[in-house]
């Protein structure tokens, strides 16, 4: 499995912007296709986003789509997850994830992705 650390999280207030960064070690990072999802308290994680190896597939979840932007610079071995006008139910634990072999639109759900980083906090303010 590849090691993944998340970073980037933080307190901002609703209408604001973060950025959030995952750095992947251990495996080829190309090997592996990524993913977001997060936790709010009290509640099952739940998909974000997802994007192939490459970069050039990418998928969201309605919550997020068009206020999200996923991306990932395999130079450097780090996705991305850009988030705009943020709201405050977006708050929650931030989750990276990666899995190797395909990757298919449906594939949203934590069985589907076997290695995952501790998380980094996001929290949005009214």
């Known amino acids: 499995q590849v090691q993944l650390v998340e970073s980037g999280g933080g307190l901002v207030q609703a209408g604001g912007s973060l950025r959030l960064s995952c750095a992947a070690s251990?495996?080829?990072?190309?090997?592996?296709?990524m993913a977001w999802f997060r936790q709010a308290p009290g509640k099952e994680r739940e998909f974000v986003a997802a994007?192939?190896?490459?970069?050039?597939?990418?998928y969201y979840a309605d919550s997020v789509k068009g206020r999200c932007t996923i991306s990932r610079d395999n130079a450097k071995t780090t996705v991305y997850l850009q988030m705009n006008s943020l709201k405050p139910e977006d708050t929650a634990v931030y989750y990276c994830a990666g899995r190797r072999g395909f990757l298919l639109a449906g594939m949203r759900s934590e069985a589907d992705f076997d290695s995952w980083g501790q998380g980094t906090q996001v929290t949005v303010s009214s």
């Open positions: 251990g495996r080829p990072f190309t090997r592996y296709h």
């Open positions: 994007i192939n190896w490459s970069g050039g597939s990418t």
